[in-house]
């Protein structure tokens, strides 16, 4: 299996997620309302599933790799034009949350704006990995080895094995954080 196969796994799962926000953008576009569980882990599955799991994996290992390749210039414009969908993927993200504490804090504006950013990601994500998919990974594969091929997946499974460790951690020093909060207010 070359590298591009799990990534394109992974774009599988962020698709059937897509399929669920649009779904969730319908409703809030129907009723003016959104639900708040829907929302929060749709931002997580972004969050930790496409931008940290799959990005991660893309820019961490795939990338790295690749920038100590002699791309071609097309080929290092397609790099660097992934990158900076990525970013925008984080700053709408950002932009989802801050909709979503807004509208949880009494705006009822905000509703339109989280569905706005729902959409953006509905928008987003299919001409991103068709893009990754169709173009860049195809021509990033020819730039590796066979042997070169196998370590990345090889580290591709260890970047997934370290990724529920890293995840929980987080979970875990944010909940202590709050609950030193609360302490120091009572």
Same mark, same amino acid.
């Given at each position: 299996m070359?590298?591009?196969?799990?990534l394109?796994?992974?774009?599988r /799962?962020?698709?059937?997620?897509? $399929?669920?926000i649009?779904?969730? !953008?319908?409703?809030?576009d129907k009723?003016? &309302?959104?639900? #708040?569980?829907?929302i929060?882990?749709?931002?997580?599955?972004?969050?930790?599933?496409?931008?940290?799991?799959?990005?991660?994996?893309?820019e961490?290992?795939?990338f790295?790799?690749l920038?100590?390749?002699?791309?071609?210039?097309?080929?290092?414009?397609i790099?660097n034009?992934?990158?900076?969908?990525h970013?925008?993927?984080?700053?709408?993200?950002?932009? /989802?949350?801050?909709?979503?504490? $807004?509208?949880q804090n009494?705006? !009822?504006?905000?509703?339109?704006?989280?569905? &706005?950013?729902? #959409?953006?990601?509905?928008?987003?994500?299919?001409?991103?990995?068709e893009?990754?998919?169709?173009?860049?990974?195809?021509?990033?594969m020819?730039y590796?080895?066979?042997?070169?091929q196998?370590?990345?997946?090889?580290?591709?499974?260890?970047f997934?094995?370290?990724?529920?460790?890293e995840?929980?951690s987080?979970?875990?020093?944010?909940?202590?954080?709050?609950?030193?909060?609360m302490d120091?207010?009572y």
């Amino acid at each position: 299996m070359e590298p591009r196969g799990p990534l394109m796994i992974e774009h599988r /799962l962020i698709m059937r997620m897509l $399929a669920v926000i649009e779904k969730e !953008a319908d409703k809030i576009d129907k009723d003016n &309302v959104i639900n #708040r569980p829907c929302i929060d882990i749709a931002v997580d599955f972004i969050k930790t599933y496409a931008d940290r799991t799959h990005h991660g994996k893309e820019e961490d290992i795939l990338f790295r790799k690749l920038e100590k390749k002699e791309l071609s210039k097309v080929d290092i414009g397609i790099m660097n034009e992934l990158v900076q969908e990525h970013a925008f993927g984080r700053i709408t993200t950002a932009d /989802l949350s801050k909709f979503t504490d $807004a509208y949880q804090n009494g705006d !009822a504006e905000a509703v339109q704006l989280i569905s &706005v950013a729902l #959409r953006k990601f509905i928008d987003f994500f299919p001409k991103h990995i068709e893009k990754e998919e169709k173009i860049f990974f195809p021509l990033a594969m020819e730039y590796l080895s066979e042997v070169e091929q196998q370590a990345m997946l090889d580290e591709f499974w260890e970047f997934d094995r370290k990724l529920i460790h890293e995840k929980y951690s987080s979970v875990v020093d944010s909940l202590e954080n709050r609950m030193d909060n609360m302490d120091a207010v009572y």
